[in-house]
């Protein structure tokens, strides 16, 4: 077992009797502007499901392209291997809270409807391990992180839904099967967030 | 008008007839079409097998021998159903297909498809919108408009009207309960198209788009129609 995945449950057993993620979330906000850390993507990914803080500073200078390009990108890289996407999202995540900036909303709006219509579609048709469970894993885990800090509850939802449709012994066949545990972190971070926002509304 | 009904269910394909019938200048034309994952052979014994068993073959056979009812054993967007299509010089067709519709198909129709959506556009777009609706405090509806090959996404909006499903016990019969308006919103459609003073309402993209729901919020929102039953 790696130590992050370790950690993970010892975080989980750690929950507290009305099942909050002791010490989960203080360290996350929504970032303003594009920002930038000094660890990578699955780095930084690790850290946030442990709910610890990210240094990260605003970049004087972006040269990242816009969302709408980078959907293009993305989209032109569908038939192409399944690594180079996988790249394309950790290179531009490298602070995965980026991705719930405003700017970022086609970008979002994109990997949601890839993973509801698309990534669906071929996980009711054949298993799990048959597609790319790295790239599958990152969407969700990115997504999860919007849906801890947003009040729009698809994003929650396609949480809900892999939940229930991945299966419950299943073991990642990707280089990264670690990610199974992130998605599900975040996914507790983010049910977390949602029950303690309609506590406060009541 | 010559009106087609795209339809792959006879029964479901006679009740819209008999309702829009009643619109004046309007003469329909029964499309029965093949399913998407569907083989010719499967589709023609469904037919023959809705026919036999069905109510209404009176009608229906009234209707085939005028040669109102047109069965196609190709996909919809296959070149022979298109050039079937386009021969029947139809003005309008009415969306009763679990299809989506590419743009040739759409322009085999004068002036285009009419969808009854079961959410208010333009802001459901997508799947279970009437679940996400309650789900989101908003009344459900039903938006009748002209396709594109998009999801939801076609501009024109003919008729837009909340729908009250308090007497719904479940999702399952609200959501029947505003299937089964599509007819009389199709007939009402038709009605106000012909009406000199008519104008489109805009479905402007300005909503989302909605996706399948989770059994977890399904739940949810069947706890929230029996709390108004």
């Known amino acids: 077992m790696s130590p992050f995945v370790a950690q993970a449950q010892q975080l989980i057993a750690g929950t507290n ?21 000094e660890t990578d993507c699955l780095v930084s990914l690790r850290a946030l499901c442990m709910g610890q803080h990210l240094d990260a500073r605003p970049v004087a ?35 995965p809270l980026n991705i719930t900036l405003e700017g970022e909303e086609d970008v979002r709006e994109y990997l949601l409807m890839r993973l509801m219509v698309q990534d669906r579609a071929r996980l009711l048709k054949r298993t799990v391990n048959e597609m790319d469970t790295d790239e599958l894993l990152l969407k969700l885990s990115l997504v999860a992180l919007h849906a ?5 509850l698809r994003y929650l939802d396609a949480l809900n839904y892999y939940y229930e449709l991945l299966p419950t012994e299943w073991e990642p066949a990707g280089e990264h099967p670690w990610l199974l545990v992130s998605y599900l972190m975040l996914y507790a971070h983010a049910l977390a967030a949602q029950i303690r926002e309609e506590r406060e509304c009541v | 008008m010559r009106i087609g009904i795209l339809s792959g269910s006879l029964p479901a394909a006679l009740k819209i007839h008999s309702e829009v019938r009643a619109v004046p200048d309007c003469q329909a034309y029964i499309l029965l079409c093949r399913a998407p994952d569907e083989t010719r052979v499967r589709s023609l014994f469904k037919h023959a097998a809705r026919f036999v068993l069905k109510k209404g073959r009176g009608r229906a056979l009234r209707l085939l021998a005028g040669g109102c009812v047109h069965l196609f054993g190709h996909p919809l967007d296959d070149p022979r159903t298109l050039a079937r299509l386009k021969r029947l010089q139809l003005d309008m067709g009415l969306h ?30 997508g799947r ?28 024109r909006i003919v008729l837009r009207e909340e729908v009250d499903i308090s007497h719904c016990g479940s999702v399952e019969s609200a959501k029947a309960y ?52």
């Open chain 1, 61 to 95: 200078d972006s040269s990242v392209i816009e969302a709408r390009a980078f959907v293009a990108l993305l989209e032109e890289r569908r038939g192409g291997p399944p690594l180079e996407r996988f790249q394309l999202l950790t290179e531009r995540y490298s602070y």
């Open chain 2, 178 to 229: 505003l299937f089964n308006l599509n007819a009389i919103f199709f007939r009402r459609g038709l009605e106000l198209l012909r009406a000199e003073d008519f104008s489109f309402k805009l479905n402007d993209g300005s909503g989302r788009r909605y996706y399948v729901m989770s059994r977890l919020f399904q739940n949810v929102v069947e706890e929230l129609i029996k709390a108004n039953d």
């Open chain 1, 148 to 152: 801890a800090l947003a009040a729009d």
């Open chain 2, 96 to 125: 009763n297909l679990g299809a989506i519709y590419r743009d040739e198909t759409i322009k085999a129709f004068r002036t285009g498809i009419l969808n009854p959506h079961i959410g208010l556009l333009p802001r459901y777009r």
């Open chain 1, 17 to 37: 009797s009305n099942g909050h993620l002791v010490g989960a979330l203080p360290g996350w906000a929504r970032p303003r502007a594009w920002m930038e850390t």
């Open chain 2, 128 to 155: 279970s919108v009437m679940e996400w609706s309650l789900l989101e405090g908003q009344p459900a509806g039903i938006t009748l408009f002209f396709i594109d090959s998009g999801i939801d996404t076609g501009p």
